[in-house]
């Protein structure tokens, strides 16, 4: 159980263009998704806070025009790089929070990986 | 502010070595730890976890134990095996009410037959 999956899991992407990624919880239901962001051989980086039904919490320093994120449904939150540039290439990382769970119990996503040329 | 620190790696084991990859933490309260692994092309699983001070996480063969008078979390294994391979993050949440993680840099395992 608590299976979070990522779509696409790489994108190929020319510059200026946007790219939207998915990230599902398969089987529950979290009203809170972490987006992260992983540069090689570093740590995660927290960019937003997905919650389910309202505006996104984005960290200090990430531009919320450039990473719009969308929390629809209780399954799904979709991150969308606008206008993507090569310094966006990165690995994102998704994770979902189970309703009724504290933030502590995290279930991450495979990460997708984004390449703009 | 929280932060987390890592032993720099890769490190690097012949098969059925004995594994240590240190971690200290700075946090205030008292937070929860984590280990998690994360393969090649794949995102982060929880390997495992500690709640309290003296409490041992265990998975898989890998353990730590949350040591309060060393705000440490070191991980040990045994006898690590080549699928151990992959890059291992300690983490921790719960500090100042604030349950977002905050992770280490990672530390790579390889491990060679």
């Known amino acids: 159980g608590a299976v979070v999956s990522q779509h696409p899991s790489w994108v190929i992407c020319k510059s200026g263009t946007s790219v939207k990624i998915e990230c599902r919880s398969l089987?529950?239901?979290?009203?809170?998704m972490f987006w992260y962001r992983q540069f090689p051989k570093q740590s995660l980086m927290l960019m937003a806070t997905?919650?389910?039904?309202?505006?996104?919490?984005?960290e200090q320093g990430v531009e919320k025009d450039k990473f719009l994120i969308n929390h629809a449904s209780l399954t799904l939150s979709t991150l969308t790089v606008t206008s993507a540039h090569p310094e966006d290439s990165s690995f994102y990382i998704c994770?979902?929070?189970?309703?009724?769970?504290?933030?502590?119990?995290?279930?991450f996503g495979p990460g997708t990986r984004l390449l703009v040329l | 502010g929280n932060s987390v620190t890592q032993m720099e790696g890769p490190v690097t084991l012949s098969e059925e070595a004995f594994l240590t990859i240190n971690c200290t933490y700075t946090?205030?309260?008292?937070?929860?730890l984590f280990w998690y692994v994360q393969y090649p092309g794949e995102g982060l699983q929880l390997l495992l976890k500690?709640?309290?001070?003296?409490d041992k996480g265990s998975n898989k063969g890998f353990e730590a134990t949350y040591r309060k008078e060393t705000t440490s979390f070191h991980l040990e294994k045994g006898s690590v095996q080549v699928s151990d391979s992959a890059v291992y993050f300690c983490a921790l949440s719960g500090s100042g009410g604030s349950y977002i993680p905050t992770f280490g840099r990672g530390t790579s395992l390889i491990v060679h037959p």
């Open positions: 089987d529950f239901q979290a009203t809170t």
């Open positions: 946090a205030t309260g008292y937070p929860s």
């Open positions: 994770s979902a929070v189970p309703v009724g769970q504290g933030s502590e119990t995290q279930y």
């Open positions: 997905s919650n389910e039904g309202s505006k996104a919490t984005y």
């Open positions: 500690a709640t309290k001070a003296d």
